[in-house]
Every structure is written in C-alpha cells, then in structure tokens.
C-alpha cells in the first residue's frame, strides 16, 4: 500500500508563507500524479492542487491560485506545496495524495491519502 507523509504544517499569521512537502514511504513518487487536498473544521474536504507525474503540468482550486504553488523533486522523492499570502480562511488539516484515478479535483480520484498536517492561520 502507498503511504504518502505530509509535513511542514504550523502556525504562521495571515501573510505569511509555509511550505508544505509529501515525501514518499516505501514507494517513489516519480511515477504518480499528486494531488493536495485541505479539511477545515466542520467541512467537506476540498480539492487544493495538482501535479502530474513529470511536473508537466499543474492545476489549482480558484480560491489559492496565484498564491499557491505545487512543485516537485522527483530526485528527493517529494512534493512541495509552497503556500504565500495566507489567510485565516487557510486554516485546514492539508493532506496528500496519490493513487490518481480520475478526477483532479475529487477526493474519490485518489486511491491512498497521508495522515494529514495541520495548517493554521491566524495573528
């Protein structure tokens, strides 16, 4: 089974800037499309952004683009998440996932998810 792990999350006030990575256990992450989804208390997971398995391209949720970006390192088996000019309205556990089965920007497009870092915004 593939078990992606996220870390970097934290708390940072509003403007400032994380970056989150997805690093690969037991598995490389060249192969495999990667998609970050966030859950805030009380409500649906929601789709963040997406990358495909050579960085060829990438594809965002309207309310982070422009301050967001999804990157890789194939060569560190990793995926980053370099979040700026953030809001409390941020504030979200942010998960990684891999496993692509269709649908960028749906949870059930994702076969094996990580546990989940902690992103909290707030002065």
């Known amino acids: 089974q593939l078990q992606p792990v996220e870390s970097g999350g934290g708390l940072v006030q509003p403007g400032g800037s994380l970056r989150l990575s997805c690093a690969a256990s037991?598995?490389?992450?060249?192969?495999?499309?990667i998609g970050w989804f966030r859950q805030a208390p009380g409500k649906e997971r929601e789709f963040v952004a997406f990358?495909?398995?050579?960085?060829?391209?990438?594809y965002y949720a309207d309310s982070v683009k422009g301050r967001f970006t999804i990157s890789r390192d194939n060569a560190q088996n990793t995926v980053y998440l370099q979040m700026n000019s953030l809001k409390p309205e941020d504030t979200a556990v942010y998960y990684c996932?891999?496993?692509?089965?269709?649908?960028?920007?749906?949870?059930?497009?994702?076969?094996?998810w990580g546990q989940g870092t902690q992103v909290t915004v707030s002065s």
């Open positions: 037991g598995f490389t992450l060249d192969a495999y499309a």
């Open positions: 996932a891999v496993g692509f089965r269709g649908g960028v920007t749906t949870s059930s497009g994702y076969a094996y």
């Open positions: 990358i495909r398995w050579n960085g060829g391209s990438t």
